[in-house]
């Protein structure tokens, strides 16, 4: 039998830029019909919103509360939104990319609109270039979008390439095998698969949080798979048999591929994590096992499509560095925008409100 722990918080993605654009998980922030409660920040760019999860988050840590810390891929730097599971709480910017309007208001959820402490006259009085930057920042995240989807097709393209090569015997036995051996643990009550962003595409390039996968993990699986077509069938049956086995498994999705493959799994009660390790993520650490998934792969068939491989290769890289020029292009709009709105606002007011809503918000009475 393997010890079952306490999960842990860490660092995660719950939206991400995506070939089919902006990609939400922002309906994993809470369950109502299990008594979470949701509040919904609402407010422009530069109001206080992340600030004040970042304070919250803080509080909550050292009242001895796991705590989710949900980052945005479009500015990493600011946090979209806060998990604290142990008082079925949640926390989230609801603004666009990532609207979010109550579904059982009063009951669920709350909104709190930073609105109340913004001089909305002193951004009327800068009305045009408000306007403009808020267009421009809209065309250049359409733009990425755009490359994103070019290099989403190429891919796509090498998925289906390589598929044809596959072993689907030789690979399927294995992957039983590995979740039979990781998962032999049962636990009562009901499985359950949540979904997390471990990586995306942002300002900063391709950002990986490695420190929550290797956080919450003591012992790793790496498999080693320049294509990500034979580590998501073996993510897919691993995720399957640990929910069965009624334990609580995080799927982490491709950003290129997010409806149809995951790219990591981790079994926080086992401490166990398999990853999926290329040239966007290595994974150089610790390993309990690597995986050379190439083994599932007809040698042959590899070698005859090698030069359309690498082409493709070249292409995919070259969009998404692209794409990436155009998130950064965002970002400094993006930061232009919010100084208007820094100016607008009462931070003094915000912050005298904070120091009370915060406390208050734990003890469950706002």
Known sequence: MQAIRESTGGSWFLGANTPGGFYSLFSELYEPEEGWRLVIIKGGPGTGKSSLMKRLASAAEDGGHVCERIYCSSDPDSLDGVILPQLKLSVA???????????????????????????????????????????????????????????????????????????????????????????????????????????????????????????????????????????????????????????????????????????????????????TSNRFHPFPQRAEKKVNCAKFFREDEIKRIRNRLLFNRKAEGELLDAALAKLREAKRLHDALERYYIRAMDFSALNAFAAGWIPALLEGNA
Do not use: W
């Open 93 to 275: 910017d609801g603004t666009s990319p990532h609207v979010l309007e109550p579904r059982f208001p009063g009951v669920s959820e709350t909104i709190l609109d930073l609105g109340r402490f913004r001089d909305d006259a002193a951004l009327r009085a800068h009305r045009e270039e408000i306007i403009s930057l808020t267009k421009a920042n809209a065309q250049a995240h359409k733009e990425c979008a755009g490359f994103l989807k070019a290099a989403g097709s190429v891919k796509n393209e090498t998925s289906l390439l390589v598929s044809e090569a596959l072993e689907p015997a030789k690979l399927k036995r294995f992957a039983y095998r590995l979740a039979e051996n990781l998962c032999s643990t049962l636990v009562s009550g009901e499985g359950r698969l949540k979904r997390r962003f471990l990586s995306a595409a942002t300002p900063q390039g391709i950002l990986v949080f490695y420190d929550s996968f290797f956080g919450a993990c003591e012992r790793v699986i790496v498999l080693e798979d320049a294509f990500g077509v034979a580590s998501a069938k073996i993510l897919a049956v691993l995720a399957e048999t640990a929910v069965h086995a009624g334990l609580e498994a995080i799927a982490c999705p491709c950003p290129m591929q997010p409806e149809g493959r995951t790219e990591h799994l981790l079994l926080p009660a086992l401490g166990i994590g398999v990853c």
